[in-house]
C-alpha cells in the first residue's frame, strides 16, 4: 500500500467471540450472526481470538466448523492459536476437517511460546510432561509438516476386515499448507514466518526493540520493519495488518460516546513499551471513515500491506457490531479502495 490511491485488497474482521459465563450460547450464537453479516457484506474474512479459561472464544475450531454451515464465501482464520495449548497432530487433523467442511477457506494463524500464566496452568495442561514440552519454533514445523501430508505413522494399509490406517493425516486438504500463517510480534519472528513459507499476521501490538533505522518507541515504523523483513524473505507470501477501528458514521451519540471512553480508557498503554517484554501498543482508531482512512495512509505499516484484518474493540453490544462492520465494509472500505467481494 505504497500511497493513498492504491487500492486495498482484502479486507478482513477480528473478534474474540465474548459472551457472558451464565448464558455463553447466546454469545457464540452473536459471533455466528457477526460472521453471517460480514459475508453478506461482502468482507474477504473473519478471524477469530484464542481466549482459553476466558469468557471469549477458547475453541475457534469448533466455532468455525459451525460457520461453514451458515456461509458460503467468507474465509475463515484464527488470529491466533497459541500452539502451547495445542497438539500438533491432533489439530492438524481438526484444521484439515474443517478445512474440507469450508471447500478450502480456512486461514490458520499460530504463534509460539509457553501458555500465558504457565505456572498456574501446567499441572492440568500437561501434568506429565510440562518440563520437557517444546514451545519452540519447532512445535510450528511440526504442525506444518503434518498439515503438509508427511508421514505421521510408520504403520499404514489393512488391519482386521475394514479398517484402513492411513500413515498421514486424514483428511488431507492440499491447499491448506499454504493457507498458514504465523503471528509475529518482532523482527526475527517475521523473517523466520517467511523463512519458512508462512503467512504473516501483524497485529495492534509489537516488540519494542533495536531496528536499524527506527525509534524503538515507534509502532508504526517497527511493524513497517517487520513486513520488510518478511516480504525479503518471502516475496510471494501474503501479509496482513490488523489494527482496531472505530469507524463512527453510522453511530448513535451514545455509540459514540461509549465507543470514545473505550479509547480513552486503552489509550495511555500506548505511550510507552509495556512490561517486561516491552511490548507497544498501536492506538485505536476513531472517527469517520475517511479520517480514518487517512491515518491508515499515514501509518508505515499500513502502507506495507495490501490487505487487512480489522479487530473489532471487546464487550461491545450486538448493536454495535452491526453498526462498526457496517461501516466499515460501506466507508472504510472504500475509502480505502476496497471493493466487496461477490
Known amino acids: 500500500m505504497p500511497e493513498a490511491g492504491t487500492p ?14 451464565a448464558d455463553p450460547a447466546a454469545g457464540h450464537e452473536t459471533t455466528l450472526r457477526v460472521v453471517e453479516l460480514g459475508e453478506q457484506l461482502g468482507l474477504d474474512s473473519a478471524w477469530f481470538r484464542h481466549r482459553h479459561l476466558q469468557y471469549g472464544i477458547s475453541s475457534p475450531v469448533a466455532i468455525m466448523a459451525a460457520a461453514t454451515q451458515r456461509t458460503t464465501r467468507i474465509e ?12 500438533p497432530l491432533r489439530l492438524a487433523e481438526d484444521w484439515a476437517t474443517v478445512d474440507v467442511l469450508s471447500g478450502g477457506r480456512l486461514n490458520p494463524g499460530v504463534s509460539v511460546g509457553p501458555p500465558m500464566h504457565w505456572d498456574d496452568v501446567k499441572a492440568a495442561l500437561y501434568p506429565d510432561t510440562a518440563d520437557v514440552e517444546d514451545f519452540s519454533y519447532e ?7 503434518l498439515v503438509a501430508g508427511e508421514p505421521a505413522s510408520t504403520f499404514s494399509g489393512r488391519e482386521g476386515v ?43 501490538v509489537v516488540r519494542s526493540e533495536d531496528v536499524e533505522g527506527v525509534d524503538p518507541a515507534d509502532f508504526a515504523g517497527l511493524q513497517a520493519a517487520h513486513l520488510r ?12 495488518q490488523g489494527l482496531v477501528v472505530i469507524p463512527t458514521d453510522g453511530a448513535t451519540a451514545e455509540q459514540r460516546a461509549r465507543y470514545e471512553a473505550y479509547v480513552d480508557a486503552r489509550t495511555p498503554r500506548t505511550t510507552a513499551p509495556q512490561g517486561p517484554a516491552r511490548m507497544l501498543f498501536a ?7 475517511e479520517s480514518i482512512a487517512e491515518q491508515l495512509y499515514a501509518h508505515a505499516g499500513f502502507r506495507e500491506v495490501d490487505e ?11 448493536a454495535d457490531y452491526v453498526q462498526i462492520l457496517t461501516d466499515i465494509a460501506q466507508r472504510l472500505g472504500p475509502a480505502l479502495g476496497w471493493r466487496p467481494a461477490g
Open 229 to 240: 523483513a518478511f516480504r525479503a524473505a518471502h516475496p510471494a507470501g501474503r501479509a496482513s
Open 8 to 21: 486495498l485488497r482484502k479486507l478482513g474482521f477480528l473478534t474474540i467471540g465474548s459472551f457472558d459465563p
Open 162 to 204: 475394514v479398517e484402513e490406517f492411513s500413515d498421514r493425516v486424514q483428511p488431507h486438504s492440499p491447499g491448506l499448507r499454504a493457507r498458514m500463517w504465523y503471528g509475529g510480534a518482532g523482527l526475527r519472528s517475521a523473517a523466520w514466518a517467511g523463512e519458512n513459507g508462512m503467512n504473516l499476521l501483524t497485529s495492534s
Open 76 to 87: 475463515l482464520g484464527t488470529a491466533v492459536t497459541p500452539l502451547g495449548w495445542e497438539n
Open 139 to 145: 512445535r510450528v514445523l511440526r504442525l506444518l509438516r
Open 283 to 289: 492506538r485505536d482508531l476513531i472517527g469517520p471513515a
Open 308 to 318: 487487512v484484518v480489522f479487530a473489532l474493540p471487546f464487550s461491545f453490544a450486538d
